[in-house]
Structures are given as structure tokens and as C-alpha cells.
């Protein structure tokens, strides 16, 4: 999900638009892994449409972040990019919780958005009703983790 608009007035009506549709948005500091004294605190739309975490890039280069590689992608309008993509340390006051997670480097404009990925890696889901994030039991392996050797 990426929306441009120099004026910023789409941006501000997709919040609201966003924000009607129960999403909503979480304070998340982003830490460089290998420097962690490197950081920022932002407010993230958590997006479970998104599958991995978009951070503006300029943000991420500020605390020293690098790309490791590029990923294609096509946007919920239909639209393709090839985005690069790096690890920050995620940190979500409300689980008390730390973790390195995938982000991309977003265009400038770009919206924070806490993906799919980062809420799974914390062992989250997105509750619209109450806006907050809920533990949920972890599934690994389902029947074949559980076989005896």
C-alpha cells in the first residue's frame, strides 16, 4: 500500500477512510540491529494486507539501515515496484517486546505500515474492534511436529 500526494490532503482522507475500516496505529521504534542507539519512534497503520513492514527509506537510512536485497511487488491498486528490503529491530511498547524483523524501503511519502509479517513474528493479530494487538497461540507444524522420531 503506498499513497502519494505532494499536498498530503489523500493521505490525511486514506487515514480517515483506513481508520473507519478498523485499522489503526501502534507506536513502534525502529532500531538499527547491528547499533541499536540508532532509532526512531513513529506511529505505524497496522496493515494485515501488507505483507511485510514499510518504513520511508530516507527514516531507515538515517539510522544506518541497508538494503540486503530487492523484492517485487504489486500494490493493492494494481500497480508493480521492485522495493528494496532490509532488517530493523522492531520494538512494540504495548508487548514490551523487541524482535528483528523484514522492512521495505518505502518511498518517501509512504505511510508506516506494520505488516503481516512483523505481527506474526511477534505472535499478534490486529483486534479492529477494541484497535489493539492480541497474543494468539503460535501453530507450528500442526500434526507432523507433534510425531513421536
Avoid at 7 to 17: D, K, N, P, R, T
Avoid at 35 to 46: A, L, P
Avoid at 57 to 81: M, N, Q, T, V, Y
Avoid at 114 to 128: H, I, K, R, S, Y
Wanted: hydrophobic share 45%.
Amino acid at each position: 500500500m503506498h499513497f502519494e500526494n505532494s499536498s498530503g490532503i489523500l493521505a490525511v482522507e486514506l487515514m480517515q477512510v483506513a481508520s473507519a475500516m478498523g485499522m489503526f496505529q501502534v507506536r513502534v521504534r525502529v532500531s538499527n540491529p547491528s547499533e541499536r542507539s540508532r532509532f526512531f519512534e513513529e506511529n505505524f497503520w497496522v496493515d494485515t494486507g501488507a505483507l511485510y513492514s514499510f518504513v520511508p527509506e530516507g527514516r531507515l537510512k538515517e539510522i544506518g539501515i541497508s538494503p540486503l536485497r530487492a523484492r517485487d511487488f504489486i500494490f493493492a491498486d494494481g500497480r508493480r515496484d521492485r522495493r528494496l528490503l532490509g532488517e530493523a529491530v522492531l520494538t512494540i511498547p504495548q508487548l514490551d517486546e523487541s524482535l528483528t524483523c523484514p522492512v521495505i524501503f518505502a518511498p518517501a511519502d509512504s505511510l508506516y505500515l506494520l505488516g503481516a509479517t512483523a505481527l506474526e513474528n511477534f505472535g499478534v493479530q490486529a483486534d479492529p474492534t477494541t484497535q489493539q494487538l492480541r497474543p494468539i497461540v503460535a501453530v507450528t507444524g500442526g500434526f507432523l511436529a507433534s510425531a513421536l522420531p
